[in-house]
């Protein structure tokens, strides 16, 4: 297991480095108002994508993973992730559409979208969505060569045809490259992703057979997860639309920049729990006394990285982006204090997404409501560091909340 969470987080970084080298580029690129509205229409696609995939791409990693084992010599394991197939893609026909249909008139009435912006929120989210989860055929099976080749093109084509599009229209074309050319851009690398995921991951899109068995074991794992993932989604984007509503779209440029930055450390969180969740789904009392002993035996390294980040901060913030975002900071500062603790916690996180979805739900919308009420305050009170005091205070939070109930759940053992 090790040498798997080892090799997802080194393609994990590869795909995040080269995502982090656009946002870098369109930061130093743009002015802070263009770069600011960029951050918060991916902001509104992260969170459209999440409405769209719901619980279904966990939901099938611990649905086909859970009791599999246990099931005849001749059962064909695929046939649950034919079946997962099957409630997903109604899922989207009768659900999907709809909601991307009522975001788009709810968001378009807070923002006056173009007609290209319009046309992302209805393509975008749908297709990447949709890609996101033909990728979790792989982390299902086990399969986390191709899973990380998918999971790494996801930011390679993006950052590809960004600098192709740059050099064809700035180099070429002698024109300057436009927040417009940004939005077209992104929209032709999302229908090209999916074709490619689509042609990548054809012999498991099959829609197998109706099983009410079935089907009320996936209900009670896609449904708690599902919300939690909302939840998960609104706890990291509502900054962004919180801090705009407040201060306008420029304070969101120089949020972002620190933010997209302190989102280095969680690629270890992300590939400790695509690994965890499927090894948690076989045993999962063993890998929570394993937790306890890696938390006590790394805490002392966690405590030295955040020093060591605090530190260094004003040197990276502006070698990478320059000195027109120095206010970014003390953003990235406080940011990074919860975003390596995370680190350490996640693996308690993963362990309630497996076999307690529903304490996952609980700790969610506590943390969303921390950080939508004490954003709203300490935005107006502390500026742009009262969201990032907001952000913390959520986490310190959740990590109290995971580590009392893994506990008490250790004791009663």
């Given at each position: ?385 009262g969201m990032a005091f907001a952000i913390v205070l959520s986490r310190f939070f959740a990590w109290g909340y995971l580590y009392i109930k893994s506990k008490r759940i250790v004791r009663k053992s």
């Amino acid at each position: 297991m090790k040498k798997t969470v080892i090799i997802i987080t080194l393609f994990n970084f590869l795909a995040a480095g080269i995502g982090f080298f656009t946002n870098v580029i369109l930061a130093r690129y743009f002015s802070y108002e263009t770069y600011g509205r960029i951050s918060l229409l991916l902001s509104l696609n992260a969170i459209l994508i999440v409405f769209l995939q719901f619980g279904f791409q966990n939901g099938m990693v611990i649905f086909y993973n859970k009791e599999t084992q246990k099931q005849g010599v001749d059962f064909n394991p695929l046939y649950k992730i034919f079946f997962v197939n099957r409630q997903y893609f109604k899922y989207l026909l009768f659900l999907g559409f709809p909601i991307i249909i009522i975001f788009l008139v709810i968001t378009n009435y807070l923002y006056s979208f173009s007609t290209t912006e319009k046309i992302f929120i209805l393509l975008a989210p749908l297709l990447l969505g949709v890609y996101t989860y033909f990728t979790t055929y792989y982390q299902t099976v086990g399969k986390w060569i191709k899973y990380n080749i998918l999971n790494t093109l996801y930011s390679l084509l993006k950052a590809i045809f960004l600098l192709a599009f740059f050099f064809v229209i700035y180099y070429i074309q002698k024109q300057q490259f436009t927040y417009n050319d940004y939005v077209l851009l992104f929209i032709t690398y999302s229908i090209v992703l999916f074709i490619i995921g689509l042609l990548y991951s054809k012999k498991y899109i099959q829609i197998g057979e109706q099983n009410k068995d079935w089907g009320k074991v996936l209900n009670k794992l896609v449904i708690p997860i599902g919300l939690s993932n909302l939840l998960v989604i609104l706890i990291m984007r509502i900054d962004n639309i919180l801090i705009e509503y407040s201060l306008g779209i420029e304070k969101v440029a120089i949020y972002s920049a620190a933010n997209s930055l302190a989102f280095v450390f969680p690629l270890f969180t992300g590939s400790i729990m695509k690994v965890l969740m499927k090894e948690i789904s076989k045993n999962s009392l063993a890998y929570l006394d394993k937790i306890f002993f890696y938390q006590k035996k790394y805490f002392i390294y966690l405590i030295l990285s955040i020093i060591v980040v605090y530190f260094l901060s004003p040197y990276i913030i502006t070698l990478i982006f320059g000195h027109k975002y120095i206010p970014s900071i003390p953003i990235f500062q406080i940011l990074s204090i919860v975003y390596i603790g995370g680190i350490f916690f996640t693996p308690l996180e993963s362990y309630f997404y497996t076999e307690a979805p529903k304490n996952i739900f609980i700790l969610k919308i506590s943390q969303f409501l921390i950080i939508l009420i004490l954003g709203i305050i300490f935005v107006n009170v502390f500026n742009l560091k009262g969201m990032a005091f907001a952000i913390v205070l959520s986490r310190f939070f959740a990590w109290g909340y995971l580590y009392i109930k893994s506990k008490r759940i250790v004791r009663k053992s």
